[in-house]
């Protein structure tokens, strides 16, 4: 049982090039979300999906897409890299609202040059 | 405009202290807020609330919400330096939207 994994943990892109995140859960949890952290300003929701096939917009989605095609993937693209997406992305999943816990991953160091 | 905040922002204290932090929220369809505690990787979770006035207890930590006031508090008791961490407070929302504050960044000195 992994949890919650992010592939991959670092990555170093030029402005302008495009990448895909990759968050896989294997707890069969329908609520998946995107986090970024920068220092200072805790956790920002870029997107969740309460089930596959669906998809929310958070509290900074511009400049990010997802997508839910499986019930235990949620992948989180950048179409074309920013200096101010320079970030660490922290991946998340919870069961239903009876769970009380949301399990993160391990974080995606993001730096854009 | 949904918001949480978290005061103070940072704290340092010395071993042995007993710290208070708060979250305070204002968003709608509120339905429990949560703690976590982040150490230089991925927040681990504390605390969820649900109810007012009940107080969770875990070891040298506590934590209860107050729904009248909008607001939370975390406290920890006889700290530790492995209490230094920052602290995330987050309202999970119906429908599961679930965001956090800015965070307390806690440094306990020996």
């Known amino acids: 049982n992994a949890g919650v994994t992010q592939t991959p943990k670092f990555r170093v892109l030029k402005t302008g090039q495009s990448m895909t995140l990759l968050c896989a859960q294997d707890m069969n949890h329908e609520y998946m979300y995107w986090y970024r952290q920068d220092p200072g300003m805790g956790l920002r929701l870029i997107h969740y999906?309460?089930?596959?096939?669906?998809?929310a917009k958070g509290e900074v989605p511009d400049g990010y897409n997802v997508s839910r095609l499986k019930k235990q993937n949620f992948l989180l693209g950048l179409e074309s890299a920013a200096p101010s997406q320079t970030s660490v992305y922290f991946c998340a999943s919870r069961r239903r609202p009876a769970s009380y816990e949301q399990y993160f991953g391990p974080g995606t160091r993001l730096t854009v040059t | 405009e949904d918001k949480v905040v978290q005061s103070p922002l940072s704290l340092v204290v010395h071993e042995g202290d007993t710290v208070t932090l708060n979250c305070s929220y204002e968003v709608t369809n509120f339905r429990s807020l949560l703690w976590y505690k982040q150490e230089k990787k991925a927040p681990t979770f504390l605390f969820m609330l649900t109810s007012s006035g009940i107080e969770k207890k875990s070891g040298r930590l506590s934590s209860i919400l107050d729904k009248k006031e909008l607001s939370s508090i975390l406290n920890i008791t006889a700290t530790q330096t492995g209490d230094s961490a920052i602290y995330l407070c987050?309202?999970?929302?119906?429908?599961?939207?679930?965001?956090f504050g800015q965070g307390t960044e806690l440094s306990v000195k020996p």
């Open positions: 987050g309202p999970w929302y119906q429908g599961g939207k679930l965001i």
């Open positions: 999906s309460v089930g596959e096939g669906t998809t």
